[in-house]
């Protein structure tokens, strides 16, 4: 291997100049991945569903960050509002190197509940968790082949792993995202490589939004099994969605845990 090869690896990504699309970066996990890629001096598209003040704010950080932020309203699972968002990208941005797909979606349902379970809400959870993972990445592709290749970050969860979580159709939507994740790395490869990270319990409005009363209780709870003695913070995943992209140059088609060891515990 030649000396520049082995020092730059093989889908490596500097992000000095570069372009990142951030689905669902109103709040939360987006958001503190936006205002990290900006921070490393990277462009960064901003995009949201219906939080539109709080995706107004996110840019604002990016460009205090020192970059430059391209808001776009877009649902993930519409194709075609797809394609104009990386489009976007291309005209406004120039490139495009960076895909992380954090765009979800969930409806909190009982385990137990089967009959809860309609036919809509396995829809809307698998339109916007899979195929809106599957629409991006298919979509970006071609112009990141054009930059020279870059990095796709799924942000799964442990329910995939662990088959626990909000629903049993959430659960089941981030499975099919891990698998979907090895299938699109053996697919880009090698100009982009593919990975994901799958969080536990993340402080924020997600889980404050699905449990109301029993949040603080089930946080609590959860830190107390977890070896690293807390439960994730969005800025906690935004680091390895970042060591992925940035460090990981030989790496494809895995999948980080993100949950301060918890799902290790006895």
């Keep these: 291997m030649l000396a520049a090869e082995s020092e730059q690896g093989v889908g490596s990504v500097r992000l000095e100049g570069k372009a990142a699309i951030v689905t669902g970066s109103a709040t939360g996990v987006g958001r503190s991945t936006a205002v990290m890629l900006a921070e490393r001096g990277c462009d960064v598209v901003v995009n949201y569903t219906r939080s539109e003040t709080e995706a107004r704010e996110t840019a ?25 968002m990386v489009a976007a990208c291309q ?21 137990s509940d089967l009959d ?16 809106g993972a ?21 942000v799964a969860s442990l329910a995939g792993l662990r088959a626990s979580g909000s629903s049993i159709p959430y659960a089941a939507s981030k499975a099919a995202l891990l698998n979907m994740t090895v299938a699109l790395a053996r697919t880009l ?16 409005r997600w889980l404050q939004g699905g449990l109301g009363e029993r949040y603080e209780g089930s946080l ?42 918890n799902h290790i515990a006895i």
Excluded: K
């Excluded at 005209?91 to 385990?111: C, I, K, S, Y």
């Excluded at 809860?116 to 195929?131: G, K, P, S």
């Excluded at 090698?190 to 319990?201: H, K, Q, T």
């Design 60 to 84: 604002r950080a990016v460009e205090q960050a020192g970059t430059r932020a391209l808001l776009q309203q877009c649902d993930v699972s519409d194709d075609r509002a797809v394609r104009a």
């Design 91 to 111: 005209r406004e941005l120039g490139r495009l190197d960076v895909l992380v797909n954090n765009a979800g979606t969930t409806h909190f349902v009982p385990f």
């Design 116 to 131: 809860a379970l309609t036919d809509e809400i396995w829809e809307r959870i698998f339109a916007v968790n899979v195929r």
């Design 134 to 154: 599957f629409n991006v990445t298919r979509a970006a592709a071609p112009l990141m082949r054009a930059a020279g290749g870059g990095a796709v970050v799924n």
């Design 189 to 204: 490869a090698p100009e982009i490589r593919v990975n994901a990270v799958a969080p536990g319990f993340i402080e924020g």
């Design 220 to 261: 609590a709870a959860v830190a107390t099994r977890t070896p690293l003695g807390r439960v994730a913070r969005p800025e906690d995943v935004a680091q390895a969605i970042l060591a992925l992209v940035e460090s990981a140059d030989f790496v494809t088609g895995q999948t980080i845990a993100v949950d301060g060891g």
